[in-house]
C-alpha cells in the first residue's frame, strides 16, 4: 500500500529542489529556500521518536571489525544510548577487544554476555551489549528458579528488575530482526513484550539502512495495555 504522506514529503522536496535550481539559473538568492528547509527539517526530527534502546538479532552473515563499528557510529548519531546485538551462531568476544581502542575514543561501553554491572555507565556516550545463545531462554528459566526460591508471590516487575539487576537485560523499544528467515532464534523472550519488531533483509550498517528502520518504528501505532 502506498504511503500518502511519504509521496506528500516527497513531493514538497521536489519542489523545494526545483525553486533552488530555478533561483540558481535565474539569479536569485537562494537563502531563503534553504532556510526553510532547515526549519523543515528541525520540525521532523522535533516530532521524530528516538528509541533509547534498540536491539539488533542477527540472523545473517557474522559482524565483523568495520560493520560493527558502522553500527556504532550511526547508533551515536542517531542519539541512541544502549545497543544490544544478539547472534545465536556467533561468538563475538574477539571481536569485542578489537574495537576496545576504538569503543574508548568515542566514549562507548562494551560488553559481553549478561552479568550484573553495578558500574555506573551514564557517563558514557553508548552502552552496547553483545549477546549469544547462552543469553536466551535458558537466562529467563534461570531467572524463575531463581526466584521460586522466594516465599513471596513473583510478579512481573518481579522478574523484569531480576533479569535487569542480574543479567542486564533490558526491554528495548525497538528490535530489527536482520536475515531472511523471520525468527527470534531464542532472544529473551521477556525482554520482547512491548517492543516494536522491524525486519530487515540485511545487516542496517549505512545510515540510510538504520533511518529507514527509525522511519518504520515512528509509523508504528505503539499502545502499551494495562
Known amino acids: 500500500m502506498i504511503d500518502i504522506a511519504w509521496l506528500c514529503a516527497l513531493a514538497i522536496r521536489s519542489v523545494y529542489f526545483l525553486v533552488l535550481m530555478a533561483c540558481n539559473f535565474l539569479g536569485y538568492s537562494t537563502l ?60 563475538y568476544t574477539d571481536l569485542a577487544r578489537e574495537i576496545r581502542m576504538f569503543c574508548r575514543s568515542k566514549h562507548i561501553k562494551i560488553v559481553i554476555g549478561c552479568a550484573d554491572f553495578s558500574d555506573d555507565f551514564s557517563s558514557y556516550r553508548l552502552f552496547v551489549q553483545l549477546l549469544s545463545s547462552n543469553s536466551g531462554r535458558s537466562t529467563l528459566v534461570e531467572t524463575c528458579r531463581e526466584l521460586s526460591a522466594s516465599k513471596d508471590p513473583i510478579t512481573t516487575n518481579d522478574i523484569t528488575a531480576h533479569l535487569a539487576s542480574k543479567y542486564s537485560l533490558l526491554e528495548p523499544e525497538l528490535l530489527i ?38 522511519e518504520a518504528f515512528n509509523k508504528r501505532d505503539i499502545r502499551l495495555g494495562k
Open 177 to 214: 530482526q536482520v536475515g531472511a528467515i523471520p525468527s527470534l532464534s531464542g532472544y529473551p523472550p521477556w525482554c520482547l513484550r512491548v517492543t516494536e519488531i522491524v525486519p530487515v533483509r540485511s545487516l542496517p550498517c549505512n545510515r540510510f539502512a538504520f533511518e529507514e528502520c527509525l
Open 32 to 91: 531563503w529556500a534553504h532556510r526553510e528547509i532547515k526549519q523543515r527539517g528541525e520540525r521532523y526530527d522535533a516530532l521524530r521518536k528516538i528509541p533509547a534502546h534498540v536491539a539488533i538479532i542477527n540472523n545473517d552473515q557474522a559482524l565483523n571489525k568495520n560493520s560493527l563499528m558502522s553500527l556504532l557510529e550511526i547508533a551515536l548519531v542517531e542519539n541512541i544510548r544502549r545497543l544490544t546485538i544478539y547472534d545465536a551462531s556467533n561468538d
